[in-house]
């Protein structure tokens, strides 16, 4: 098992450019959630899912979207870029229900400039 | 809401000293504790975690025991190594409907262990 896979590892962007943060799971977990870590705030979620077709949103979601057409498959959009998004990105899964560890990706270091 | 409160760090201690970081929680109903591990350069894993009041989570020489009269689930270890520098963070889940995976985590506390 790859685990929980995210792509690209490090990216730069400009202000107003948009991109997609990839996440794949390979470990058929229904709950797929996408954390962003800030220095001094711990991890924040921003958007997560319970299921293919299913999304929801965390606590911090501005400017940010997602879709989950598969379970395997949980991509973060950002559509316009901003500097406050820069940040290190963590996707995650688990099987459902509370109190099941949550699998973490290697997470995404993001520069908006 | 729900909220966790750990310990501000940085903590930095000699190799074979005790540790403890504090934790404490806010949360309706009875939330499910966690102890996440984050070492340089790498995600989070998972350390230990205790689901009901009194249980004792444990890993690698780490303990952490869920009071709920006091709210807190406090990490400790006997003897730490300088492999255990790492970022360490608490969390908890109170969900009880969909979403109920949701994690809440602390700020974190980094953690040095001088040779």
């Known amino acids: 098992n790859a685990g929980v896979t995210q792509t690209p590892k490090f990216q730069v962007l400009k202000t107003g450019q948009s991109m997609t943060l990839q996440c794949a799971q390979d470990?058929?977990?229904?709950?797929m959630s996408w954390y962003r870590q800030d220095p001094g705030m711990g991890l924040r979620l921003i958007h997560y899912s319970v299921g293919a077709g299913i999304t929801d949103q965390g606590e911090v979601p501005n400017g940010y979207n997602v879709s989950r057409s598969t379970t395997e498959d949980f991509p973060l959009r950002l559509l316009s870029a901003a500097p406050s998004q820069t940040s290190v990105y963590f996707c995650a899964s688990s099987y459902g229900l509370a109190g099941n560890e949550q699998f973490f990706g290697p997470g995404t270091r993001l520069t908006v400039l | 809401g729900n909220s966790v409160t750990q310990m501000e760090g940085p903590v930095t201690l000699s190799e074979e000293a005790f540790l403890t970081i504090n934790c404490t929680y806010t949360a309706t109903g009875y939330p499910s504790l966690f102890w996440y591990v984050q070492y340089p350069g790498e995600g989070l894993q998972l350390l230990l975690k205790?689901?009901?009041?009194?249980d004792k989570g444990s890993n690698k020489g780490f303990e952490a025991t869920y009071r709920k009269e006091t709210t807190s689930f406090h990490l400790e270890k006997g003897s730490v190594q300088v492999s255990d520098s790492a970022v360490y963070f608490c969390a908890l889940q109170a969900g009880t409907q969909g979403g109920s995976e949701k994690l809440v985590f602390g700020k974190g506390t980094k953690l040095t262990v001088n040779p």
């Open positions: 205790a689901t009901k009041a009194d």
């Open positions: 470990m058929n977990h229904e709950y």
